[in-house]
């Protein structure tokens, strides 16, 4: 793969300049001396894999990670929205005001959908483009519709649930969730119960993958278990992913061990198996490890417990490649929670950053920027209502290319105290019907999320609209979800490979490493299609403020201001990612697979290497208490490689386990206090 040019830039007073980009000069070994890296050893443990960091060439680079958008398109004006057009947003928001708070409790695309079929909901339905009610919903055999539902927990809601002769899938008592089938026309009985709080379509996911691992050679793990004697022993190593259909018999041809454990339930039922394809590379870079599997399947409360569950069976490491296209993008949501609470327990994560695109490879699908009123035309001109400005009084963003699920909306308050009420409107090519919308109120206790389902049908070429319906200009975050902007920005990877503990990994073709370990000689760049950060969180989980979004003067402050100005001051609002690279283009046994790309592939890469460090940590930990998480991560990210024009900003580089590195690490007999024991080796 030939090296990307680009020229990178920033959003200065809402207007583009660019600034040309040079590779900085590439940094000195620092010298080793072993005879200090010995005595470091003698304290123990802990100390004995911080000295890795010691003797380690490192050539991790902090890439600029300002927020970034592509220049502004001239395009017509906002008068080029067509009379009728104007007139069917002027219903939708006369149709949002005519809702009684029950119906508020309901997603709109639900909502269009069930009045489409329902006489009662008559004064809901939309007069015009069909489109509006095809919601892509999951429907059974008995008709039933897959619903998430948020309602506060009881006995009595339980009892509710059932005489609706709902089928109930999984139900999170510590989440306020239930996953639920149910019949269309019971869904506003439901919306009736004083515990319900919200009711909408079951929420889609993307796995992340599009098969011994290449990957063994290219992240020079082979000769880390010849070096040292290591295998992942005494480790276990976790996947989530969809299904593992294909275990049994990739277990009978040896491309899996006997002893893989399974969470009861959550096999993921009829999938594609990834999750075998994930554990094949972990088993190929670790074969001593033990493996262990549960779906990432089944709502963003079921994927959260089943982490927590996966910790408590014994998992040291977990791996998965599974997003929900609705997670909080600034703030940490329920599964990024669980992330944190496992890490701390010891559990290293790692999660696939995504393959939704970068800006650096002009394949961005996000534009993450403040929200800047244009007064709309007749007839909702000067009734209060605004439409965002894309630049040069441009009320619309075009779709270069179509994502395969969602356009999301989410805005900077916190999950169930949203007061500012966005719309988010799907206009075709010629601006004159309204395609789809999604008008959910927010008035104080709602998520502040906006969904369109463009599953249905291609929207290349087609619009996207932000309308604010009440409130004050927030940060928004406006995502295709593979699709692609014209008007763009970085900030794609969000959620919880976003998670203040989560390492998120992205993409390299292992073509690149020429079927040799990756070293300071090749120039490599990131997948096209891998996601790129950073990420802003403004919002703790319990929705406080971590930074100020406005200033002394109340404006609220730009994107580009807070990840500039403020970044010293508040850091951990700013997540730089993703965190490592790591190969994909791979084979494995797994059918579907035998050519696997995407981040789904890297990840486990990385799963199969914090294996083989954890091996070294176990035969120590006897000596001293036991070494944090974070730890462990500074020891991975001190080992890894960045080099050549990495156009996404990778905070630490690829990640290796062996090859040029020179590092000093005991060998047998040091734990009798052989100190000649010390020997530099590759790890």
């Not at 599974?322 to 994560?349: C, N, R, S």
């Not at 390299?508 to 120039?523: A, E």
Request: charged share 15%; aromatic share 6%.
């Amino acid at each position: 793969m030939s090296t990307v040019s680009f020229v990178s830039g920033r959003l200065v007073n809402r207007r583009w300049v660019a600034t040309q980009s040079s590779s900085p000069a590439s940094p000195q070994p620092p010298s080793c001396d072993a005879n200090i890296a010995a005595k470091v050893l003698q304290s123990g443990a802990r100390m004995l894999l911080m000295a890795l960091t010691v003797c380690l060439y490192s050539t991790a680079l902090m890439a600029d990670t300002e927020l970034s958008a592509k220049p502004r398109p001239t395009a017509p004006s906002a008068s080029t929205i067509q009379p009728q057009a104007m007139a069917q947003i002027q219903w939708l928001m006369e149709e949002k005001q005519r809702r009684s708070a029950d119906l508020k409790k309901i997603d709109t695309r639900l909502l269009f959908a069930l009045a489409e079929q329902q006489p009662a909901l008559a004064a809901h339905r939309p007069p015009f483009a069909s489109a509006l009610s095809e919601a892509a919903l999951a429907r059974n055999r008995q008709g039933q519709i897959l619903l998430d539902v948020t309602a506060q927990h009881s006995a009595d809601y339980l009892h509710f649930i059932q005489s609706l002769e709902a089928r109930i899938v999984n139900t999170h008592k510590r989440y306020d969730a239930f996953r639920i089938w149910l019949a269309p026309d019971a869904v506003q009985r439901l919306a009736e119960h004083r515990n319900t709080r919200w009711i909408k379509p079951a929420d889609p996911f993307l796995l992340s993958g599009t098969n011994v691992s290449e990957g063994d050679i290219a992240h020079a793990t082979n000769l880390t278990r010849a070096n040292f004697n290591v295998d992942g022993s005494g480790v276990m190593s976790c996947a989530m992913s969809d299904s593992v259909d294909a275990l049994a018999a990739l277990q009978a041809s040896g491309d899996l061990p006997p002893g893989v454990t399974v969470l009861p339930g959550q096999d993921g039922g009829a999938g594609t198996s990834e999750g075998t394809a994930l554990m094949e590379i972990i088993f190929d870079l670790a074969p001593g490890t033990d493996l262990g599997f549960a779906t990432g399947v089944g709502g963003q409360a079921q994927m959260a417990q089943n982490i927590l569950d996966l910790a408590q069976a014994g998992c040291d490491v977990i791996v998965d490649d599974v997003l929900y296209l609705t997670e909080p993008v600034f703030q940490d949501g329920i599964i990024a929670q669980a992330v944190d609470t496992v890490f701390d327990q010891g559990v290293l994560y790692f999660s696939a950053a995504g393959n939704s695109g970068n800006l650096a490879a002009g394949t961005a699908g996000v534009l993450e920027d403040l929200y800047t009123p244009a007064p709309l035309p007749p007839p909702l001109a000067g009734n209060g209502q605004s439409a965002h400005d894309f630049g040069g009084g441009n009320v619309f963003n075009t779709i270069t290319a179509d994502g395969p699920a969602l356009f999301t909306l989410q805005w900077s308050e916190p999950f169930g105290q949203a007061a500012s009420d966005y719309d988010f409107i799907l206009l075709d090519s010629t601006m004159t019907t309204v395609l789809a919308a999604s008008t959910n109120v927010q008035d104080g206790d709602d998520d502040p999320l906006e969904a369109i389902d463009t599953s249905t049908r291609d929207d290349t070429g087609n619009v996207l609209l932000i309308l604010q319906f009440a409130g004050v200009p927030q940060i928004f975050n406006m995502n295709t979800h593979r699709g692609r902007l014209d008007v763009a920005s970085n900030g794609q990877i969000f959620g919880h490979p976003a998670a203040a503990s989560a390492s998120a990994v992205a993409a390299i073709n292992v073509n690149q490493s020429g079927g040799q370990p990756f070293d300071l000689d090749n120039d490599f760049t990131l997948e096209p299609f891998s996601s790129d950060g950073p990420r802003l969180i403004f919002f703790n989980p319990d929705g406080s403020p971590i930074i100020p979004l406005r200033g002394e003067n109340g404006v609220t402050l730009s994107p580009d201001y807070i990840k500039t100005e403020m970044r010293g001051t508040f850091p951990a609002s700013i997540r730089e990612m993703p965190d490592f690279a790591a190969v994909d283009g791979i084979s494995t046994a797994t059918p579907g697979f035998e050519t696997f790309f995407g981040t789904s592939a890297s990840a486990p890469h990385t799963a199969g290497i914090a294996a083989l460090l954890l091996e070294v940590q176990i035969q120590v930990q006897p000596m001293n208490d036991p070494i944090l998480a974070s730890e462990l991560i500074d020891v991975l990210r001190s080992n890894a490689l960045q080099r050549g024009e990495m156009p996404v900003a990778v905070n630490s580089g690829i990640m290796m386990g062996g090859g040029e590195h020179d590092l000093g690490i005991f060998t047998d007999g040091f734990e009798s206090g052989d100190a000649s024991a010390w020997t530099n080796g590759n790890f």
